[in-house]
Structures are given as C-alpha cells and as structure tokens.
C-alpha cells in the first residue's frame, strides 16, 4: 500500500475536529477503507504525529492502529497544511518529484506558510 499524504492530512484534520483531547472512535475519511486509514495510522504513529493502539490481529491484511491521540509534531504538521491554498501549493511543488519524504513534504508546507506571510 502506498503512502496517502491526503489521507494522512484528512486524518489529522478529523483528530482536530473532534471536540476532546481523544480521537473518536472509528475514524471515517469519505473515499477510503477502514485498512487504508488504519494503516496510515500506523505509518502516522511511526512518524510520532500520532498516539494509538495497535489492533492488527490475524485477520487483518495489514497492520492496523487506532488512533488515540495527536502529538505536538501532528499538530504543527496540521498547523502547516490546514489552509486549503497551502495544502494546494504543497501538493504541486511536492507532486513534480516521483516521491518525497515525510520532511520534504513538512519543509514545503513550510516554507509555503512563511512565504505567505512575506518572509523568506
């Protein structure tokens, strides 16, 4: 399964809207399956963007976390990205290259915030 930075920022963004500290507890994204969004979660809590609990079992064909909690790194990742322009700026300079890492996409996410703001 491949690495969905959308689906990583619409996780997040429902983490956020949810009225308390915990996530809720089944956590829906319009578009995608409960394994793709568990295993995100996964990928997510590696990356330290999220707390959770692992509830892979046999049954399943990938690992699968539910998420508990976002950490400081999920909110300034999400503080980054929220803004629909930003996100868009994001995923266009990001989308010229094959791939990109996790920090490559958190520095353009950046650097587009600041550039925004009028600082370089």
């Not at 330290?48 to 509830?55: D, F, K, Y």
């Not at 508990?68 to 290259?97: C, S």
């Not at 890492?101 to 587009?112: D, E, G």
Request: hydrophobic share 35%.
């Amino acid at each position: 399964m491949k690495r969905d930075m959308e689906l990583v920022r619409e996780i997040l963004l429902k983490l956020e809207e949810h009225p308390h500290g915990f996530a809720p507890p089944d956590i829906e994204v319009e578009g995608y399956s409960r394994e793709q969004i568990g295993f995100h979660c996964h990928l997510m809590e590696e990356a330290g963007l999220i707390t959770g609990n692992s509830r892979t079992t046999l049954a399943d064909s990938s690992p699968y976390l539910e998420s508990r909690t976002m950490t400081w790194a999920g909110y300034e990742f999400l503080d980054n990205t929220k803004d629909p322009n930003i996100w868009q700026q994001t995923r266009q300079l990001v989308g010229k290259l094959e791939g990109a890492s996790f920090s490559v996409w958190s520095a353009v996410a950046a650097q587009a915030v600041t550039k925004s703001l009028g600082i370089t």
